[in-house]
């Protein structure tokens, strides 16, 4: 490559690389494309080979903390290899620096310090720490004072401590922190924490405020892991007001942070590495007697990811006073939940046994098993994943449900605003004839639909029935839900087959007061503005058409589809889904699913829904509640005696779903409760007012 083809290359990485440095993840991976592509152009004799390296090598390096995969570090390792040979002077002692981190970084990895060694054998992290060591000594010999040593002090600092010979681990790690560098002084405060005299923990401390407060600065990735690292050290000595500072810190880093990623995919792998700040702050602070400031990092944090994850400013609001709002901060540390009613004010209760350490193994067979299913369509996987939700649903309602109605026994119903930890799971089923349970992603969307549900007109509706869309079993009800729905309403459109285009569809929405859909659905947890609803003709709703509408006068949204309230389990406090997604947009409720639907159990759920909100006058988030206790009840000659009372006021096709419904419940053992089961019923949330 010509050198005046390589400038604007270098000019490039070099541009990444500080945009990196500042948190942007995906410039990182920009930075290695860049400077490989000037590594490989250059021939084996140029001096700057070294250092190139050692860049690339330090954001492969650094990619590991999101990526969690042993290929970085391996390209890392090799490519260090390489040119180590050939390195002199300061290059040497900066490569001898990078490979000695590199090596630390791999030694130290879960997948490597969690294998199993063969009997007489060393296992691997110490081989890898002995050889990060051998090669930093051995570089540190000679080595003059300069940026370059610091950094090998740096690396040496840390394979020592990580080797248990803290004296002169701390020793290294002062010298590699002499000019304040960021990196080499967390570590040092790290160490200082773990395994100094009380008089160096209190500087760790020091140190630890110091650097939190840098999120400014371009040192906010090593702001927000100070912060982070306070907050968890101070928990383990119980020292919750100084941990639900550092938390509020490190939210404050987290801030910043997110807004320099530049497109969905580097918002959601920052999400995943910031982990669960917004909840541990919570906790710690609900923790030291603050309930009230615990609820203001959650709100904070809750509407930052809305915001990030949608690019919708999510307005203040006071908190409801007509019934309690319940927050669910789950946290590696514990879970608490911080009931916010008249008479109680702030209300902190601690959920015993619950914490995300203790649910991710409960999370993982309960979502596999439905994914099992899902996939199989095996009868026994079938009967695998009902078995899993009965469990599920027992445990809810003891561990987390019990608690909080005992302190708010007597009310009737609840809103719920979770750090997204339980988000998968139907809390509202475990306990439903106790309490009536509705969701909202955080008080100030709830604030907003309930100003617009006190006010709003409910005389039109929009119905959208599947079309039938190619890869996707055909919904045999939809058009008989769409119009049951409809014939409720003075104003109606319903649309059918080939009318199900996206302009007429979002036509319907900007001037109908109520929306339903029966159709097939996708969730994009890579980009959540991509999550849509399928039309005909291969169109399709996405969630970012719908944030563009601005559906500010529209009272409900039906979402009669598959995992419409699912949001990306993997994120902590994520709760972005289709259906936070139309409250972001304005939406007063919204109906939604966790789970795959069946088609009938679907129609007699809605049409009777649609009784008692439209025909007896019941809020929609009671019809709701009562509509579910209904069908999980009745038998089936009392479904199918209701489904003929309905057909004498039926349209023509609403009628004939009914009949046809009525029919199939004949042919079944008049006792029997047909949709007893919680899968058939459960999956089905309320959103917001």
Not at 365 to 372: D, E, I, K, P, Q
């Amino acid at each position: 490559m010509s050198s005046d083809k390589l400038q604007p290359l270098l000019a490039e990485a070099q541009l990444a690389l500080a945009r990196a440095e500042e948190g942007d993840v995906a410039a990182g991976d920009e930075a290695i494309e860049r400077l490989t592509a000037v590594l490989e152009a250059r021939p084996p004799e140029w001096e700057g080979r070294a250092l190139v390296a050692v860049e690339i090598a330090r954001q492969l390096r650094r990619r590991f903390r999101r990526s969690f995969a042993l290929s970085d570090l391996d390209a890392a390792a090799t490519l260090l290899e390489q040119e180590r040979g050939a390195a002199k002077g300061d290059a040497a002692v900066a490569l001898a620096a990078e490979f000695a981190l590199v090596l630390h970084r791999a030694a130290t990895a879960p997948p490597v310090v969690d294998a199993e060694t063969p009997a007489g054998q060393v296992p691997a992290s110490e081989r890898l720490l002995a050889t990060a060591r051998s090669i930093g000594e051995a570089a540190l010999v000679g080595a003059q004072d300069s940026a370059e040593r610091r950094a090998l002090a740096y690396a040496l600092g840390l394979v020592l401590a990580d080797s248990g010979e803290h004296t002169q681990a701390i020793a290294m790690l002062r010298e590699g922190a002499a000019n304040g560098e960021p990196e080499p002084t967390l570590a040092l405060a790290k160490v200082l924490a773990a395994e100094g005299t009380p008089a160096e923990q209190g500087e760790a401390v020091t140190i630890l405020e110091g650097l939190s407060q840098r999120a400014g600065a371009a040192e906010a990735q090593t702001a927000f892991e100070a912060a982070r690292f306070h907050g968890y050290w101070a928990v383990t000595r119980s020292m919750w007001a100084e941990a639900g500072a550092a938390y509020g810190r490190a939210i404050d880093a987290r801030e910043v942070l997110r807004r320099r990623q530049v497109h969905s995919g580097a918002e959601r792998a920052w999400l995943l590495e910031a982990g669960d700040v917004v909840s541990e702050a919570a906790y710690a602070l609900a923790r030291a007697g603050d309930a009230a400031a615990a609820v203001v990092a959650l709100e904070t944090g809750l509407a930052a990811n809305m915001q990030l994850r949608l690019g919708v400013e999510v307005a203040g609001g006071e908190a409801p006073a007509t019934e309690p709002l319940v927050y669910l901060a789950v946290s590696v540390h514990g879970a608490v939940a911080i009931i916010v009613a008249t008479g109680l004010g702030f209300k902190s209760v601690f959920l015993e046994g619950v914490s995300r350490q203790s649910n991710h193994p409960r999370m993982l067979r309960y979502l596999a098993s439905y994914r099992r299913w899902q996939e199989t369509e095996d009868l026994a996987a079938r009967d695998a994943w009902l078995a899993e939700l009965d469990s599920t649903l027992t445990w809810l309602k003891k561990d987390v449900l019990e608690p909080v109605l005992a302190e708010i026994g007597g009310c009737r119903a609840a809103t719920i605003v979770s750090d997204g930890a339980l988000e998968p799971l139907p809390l509202h089923a475990a306990a439903l004839a106790e309490i009536e349970l509705g969701y909202a992603p955080t008080a100030a969307v709830l604030a907003r639909a309930q100003a617009l549900a006190a006010t709003v007109a409910t005389e039109s509706v929009v119905a959208v029935a599947d079309p039938g869309v190619s890869g996707y079993r055909p919904l045999v009800h939809a058009p008989g839900e769409a119009a049951i729905m409809a014939s409720s309403f003075s104003e109606r459109t319903v649309l059918l087959d080939e009318r199900v285009r996206l302009a007429a569809v979002e036509g319907g929405l900007i001037s109908s007061d109520v929306a339903h859909f029966a159709c097939h659905a996708r969730a994009r947890f890579d980009d959540p503005l991509l999550s849509s609803l399928f039309l005909g003709g291969g169109d399709e709703l996405t969630l970012a058409r719908v944030i563009e509408l601005e559906l500010g006068d529209t009272r409900l949204v039906v979402l009669s589809a598959c995992e419409t309230a699912l949001a990306d389990v993997a994120i902590a406090s994520e709760k972005t889904s289709l259906a936070s997604g139309f409250l972001a947009a304005g939406v007063a409720g919204v109906i939604a699913t966790a789970w795959a639907v069946s088609d009938r159990s679907t129609l007699l759920l809605i049409a009777r829904f649609a009784e008692l909100w439209r025909g007896q006058g019941v809020t929609p988030r009671r019809a709701l509640s009562l509509a579910q206790q209904w069908l999980q009840d009745a038998t089936a000659t009392e479904i199918a005696g209701w489904a003929r009372a309905q057909v004498l006021v039926s349209d023509r096709v609403a009628a004939g779903t009914l009949e046809l419904v009525a029919g199939v419940m004949d042919r079944r053992p008049a006792a029997e409760r047909p949709y007893a089961h919680p899968h058939f019923w459960a999956a089905f949330s309320y959103h917001g007012a």
